[in-house]
């Protein structure tokens, strides 16, 4: 199965702040079929999560434009440029180029 | 207006089965893909598994010996079975549409 490596684990921010999560897989996410099955979302305290990002770098209807997404291959980044208070939580990245899906271990971002 | 709800049981007791069910409204099964997905208390997400709007199936490697997705298009119902439960089974189920619509989840403990 493919793992994925989110780094790092604990993110402190103030608002404002830009900040990056990684996430590294152990093997090319890129499907024949040309796409890259490689997604981020939002897990809020208490809630659901939420997708974010998919297909590496396509925001999510409703989610705001300080999110972007980029990489290929094996190595993925999940840029927020301006830390808002509601923006706190757990991030995850997802995969679903190859069977079964797999998520990352997740990345806490608090408020430093 | 896409919606899921899980339902089943809060307490299932060590070595039985669990039976969740996933019911959908705004969209047909036969057109998009639904996931299982859970979360141990204070942990990340787990993949369970999927059916295809198909109804093909994909499933979580370590979990794939006891566990089985199903549905019943006609009552827009996704199910999810999995048999010789452990208390590492306690946790929030998820299921979801893509990773995009989800769920409220429903919390199931595993405890005699």
């Known amino acids: 199965d493919v793992v994925l490596t989110q780094t790092p684990p604990t993110l402190s921010a103030t608002i404002g702040q830009s900040v990056s999560i990684s996430c590294r897989s152990s093997q090319s996410l890129l499907h024949s079929n040309g796409n890259t099955y490689l997604h981020w979302l939002l897990q809020r305290p208490g809630q659901s999560p939420q997708l974010l990002i998919y297909?590496?770098?396509r925001l999510e209807s409703g989610v705001p434009n300080r999110f972007s997404g980029s990489g290929s291959g094996t190595d993925f980044t999940l840029k927020i440029s301006g830390v808002e208070a509601e923006d706190l939580g757990v991030y995850y990245c997802?995969?679903?180029?190859?069977?079964?899906?797999?998520f990352g271990a997740g990345t806490k971002l608090e408020l430093k | 207006q896409v919606q899921l709800k899980e339902s089943g049981p809060g307490l299932v007791q060590p070595s039985q089965t669990l039976s969740l069910t996933c019911t959908v409204s705004?969209?047909?099964?036969?057109?998009?893909?639904v996931h299982w997905v859970r979360q141990p208390p204070g942990k990340g997400l787990e993949w369970m598994g999927v059916?295809?709007?198909?109804?093909?199936?994909d499933y979580n490697s370590a979990l794939k010996p006891r566990l089985s997705i199903s549905r019943d298009t006609s009552k827009s119902q996704v199910f999810l079975t999995m048999n010789s439960l452990q208390t590492e089974d306690t946790g929030i189920y998820y299921c979801n549409r893509r990773m995009v619509y989800w769920g409220q989840g429903v919390m199931v403990t595993v405890s005699s």
């Open positions: 059916i295809w709007s198909g109804g093909n199936t």
């Open positions: 705004g969209f047909s099964l036969t057109s998009y893909n």
């Open positions: 997802v995969q679903g180029t190859h069977a079964p899906y797999t």
């Open positions: 297909l590496v770098s």
